[in-house]
């Protein structure tokens, strides 16, 4: 066994043992190499593989910590991540909201006119203090016309409650692991090049003879912090849509 791989089968024994409990700081990288009579170069690769299992996670210029057990994630249940990530101790805040023209992918998939506008919303998910979710929502205008009102306490699952098109909404989604590019990494506090989970989810209601796409919903979430359950629609194997 090669010598990272037996590093990194020690520390998961003590996870595993509750010898390491979720959460607890891992001593420095210097003395861990000192622990296991190895080079900083090897002990990183050993822990580089611990964070894509989900066991360890890493915060910038804190060190590496134990990771807590996943939130278990049906993407098709989700209206609102606050509704959805509190009862686990999760806590969601907008970080921008604006009304701008839709770029080409995101008119296309909306059917919107010419130069038409669409809603979008970008946000963090945070359990115990730790990022581990960044959002960014598009919202048709005609379906979601003043949810930007409440500005920062803006729910969007009381304005789907509110609309019954909205509550009968079709939701597919798909996913892929991803390495996080640098306009995401910023919003989980991890370096660019972070391997993450990304999910791409669009929100469809029956129109006359067609199916109208009313939110479209972008997320990046740290390898530890979900356990997608339900059954994607992804078509094409591990790849996610993208909406650019």
């Known amino acids: ?96 909201q604006t009304k701008k023209m839709a770029d080409a992918a995101i008119s296309d998939h909306m059917l919107l006119p010419p130069f038409g506008q669409v809603y979008e919303g970008e946000g963090r998910v945070c359990i115990e203090q730790l990022p581990v979710g960044w959002i960014r929502t598009f919202l048709h205008p005609d379906f979601f016309p003043a949810v930007w009102e409440t500005g920062d306490k803006a729910r969007l699952d009381h304005t789907i409650r509110t609309n019954r098109a909205l509550a009968m909404a079709e939701v597919s989604w798909s996913s892929a692991w991803e390495a996080l590019a640098s306009s995401q990494s910023g919003g989980l506090e991890v370096a660019p090049g972070t391997p993450t989970l990304t999910l791409t989810r669009y929100w469809r209601i029956p129109q006359a003879d067609t199916w109208q796409t009313v939110r479209i919903d972008q997320e990046w979430w740290r390898q530890h912090a979900v356990a997608l359950c339900g059954r994607s629609t992804n078509q094409k194997s591990g790849s996610a849509q993208q909406v650019d």
């Not at 990194?8 to 010898?19: H, Y």
């Not at 390491?20 to 080079?39: D, I, N, V, Y």
């Not at 807590?68 to 101790?89: A, K, M, N, R």
Request: one cysteine or more; charged letters at 25%.
């Open 1 to 96: 066994m090669m010598q990272f791989m037996a590093i990194r089968q020690q520390l998961l024994t003590q996870i595993d043992r509750g010898l390491l409990a979720p959460g607890k700081k891992l001593p420095g990288e210097r003395q861990l190499a000192e622990t296991f009579s190895t080079t900083r170069v090897t002990l990183r690769e050993a822990l580089a593989v611990l964070e894509a299992e989900g066991r360890l996670y890493r915060r910038d210029r804190r060190g590496w910590f134990v990771a807590p057990t996943p939130c278990p994630y049906d993407p098709t249940q989700l209206s609102d991540w606050q509704e959805y990530f509190g009862p686990y101790g999760g806590q969601f805040v907008w970080h921008a």
